[in-house]
């Protein structure tokens, strides 16, 4: 990091936009503002991104691999988070990264056996559906009976806009808001989240 400061704020002149005790910030937040600005913070973040895929899953999955099946085996866990969530591990198969033309490529990595299938499930966005049966909140309880996107609906409230002209982002950003206040996250923390003042 320090390296990369020097580089990024003293050869380069760009001009930093957080500090801490050390120096100036390199993290992926300041980064991805100085992107829009110089294509070298771009390639450090693509970098990071492809060193995080490379080291996480290309390296580890295959030592992984059963020797007597020739498969990989994980395991499901019912009472290790503390939102009572089902997990996994070795590998944690909910965290197999779906973006970018790369994390389809791992994706694509696991194949049942013939005449099997994997099966991938979810509970519809539950948590806010036992929130809206607890608060009985109105807005919640009709646009879940109603058979609406609850992320949709909040981001047409959020950007008071019609269903129609909610983006990708806009509902990213609702979504954010829903899950960091159900998890009880910060004024701060949602500010963090969403790249926005507190």
Not at 101 to 123: N, P, T
């Amino acid at each position: 990091p320090k390296q990369l400061a020097k580089i990024l704020f003293e050869n380069l002149g760009l001009k930093p936009t957080k500090k801490k005790k050390t120096g100036f910030s390199t993290e992926m937040g300041v980064l991805e503002e100085l992107a829009h600005i110089h294509d070298i913070p771009r390639e450090i973040l693509n970098y990071r991104t492809l060193n995080k895929l490379k080291t996480t899953y290309i390296d580890v999955l295959p030592k992984l691999i059963n020797s007597k099946t020739g498969r990989i085996h994980t395991s499901f866990n019912q009472t290790v988070t503390a939102t009572g969530r089902l997990s996994s591990s070795e590998p944690n198969l909910q965290n197999i990264p779906i973006k970018g033309v790369w994390g389809k490529r791992i994706r694509e990595a696991f194949i049942c056996e013939e005449g099997f299938l994997i099966l991938s499930a979810d509970y519809s966005q539950v948590e806010l559906r036992i929130l809206a049966h607890m608060s009985k909140d109105e807005g919640l309880i009709e646009a879940f009976i109603s058979g609406s996107d609850i992320h949709t609906t909040t981001a047409m409230e959020l950007f008071n806009v019609r269903e129609g002209m909610v983006t990708q982002e806009m509902r990213r950003i609702a979504k954010s808001v829903n899950f960091g206040i159900i998890y009880g996250i910060s004024p701060f923390g949602l500010s963090e989240t969403l790249g926005i003042s507190s």
